[in-house]
């Protein structure tokens, strides 16, 4: 399988705090969202570099507890991006709810 993050496939997004993680989520989908209107290709992948790392969180093991938010949110960017947004999603809803990951992650949380 080809990566787009080959040294995180490998385990070192495990060595990762949850709030890490989710910042690193949040970066790929605010680059996703900056293209979406400029650049198809840059868009498509951005969004699926925010989804394999989404995906390196949701196997891990240690994260099962927040299993069922994460397949949520997997669903919810998916929808937004190439679905019917049928949840109403939107780019303030998304930068608001991955912003306090990256402020707890700067912080060192």
């Known amino acids: 399988m080809n990566y787009y993050h080959k040294n995180l496939a490998v385990?070192?997004?495990?060595k990762l705090t949850f709030v890490q993680k989710m910042s690193n989520v949040g970066s790929e989908l605010?680059?996703?969202?900056?293209w979406k209107?400029?650049?198809p290709l840059y868009t498509r992948e951005a969004f699926e570099r925010c989804l394999e790392l989404l995906d390196?969180?949701?196997?891990?093991?240690?994260?099962?507890c927040?299993?069922?938010?994460m397949t949520r949110i997997?669903?919810?960017?998916?929808?937004?991006?190439?679905?019917?947004?049928i949840y109403s999603f939107s780019?303030?809803?998304?930068?608001?709810?991955?912003?306090?990951?990256?402020y707890a992650a700067q912080l060192g949380k």
């Open 11 to 14: 385990g070192g997004f495990r």
């Open 74 to 85: 997997r669903e919810g960017i998916a929808d937004y991006f190439y679905g019917e947004n």
């Open 91 to 102: 780019e303030d809803f998304w930068k608001k709810y991955f912003y306090h990951f990256n």
């Open 37 to 39: 209107d400029k650049n």
């Open 66 to 69: 927040r299993l069922r938010e």
């Open 30 to 34: 605010a680059r996703a969202i900056r």
């Open 56 to 64: 390196f969180t949701i196997r891990d093991e240690r994260e099962f």
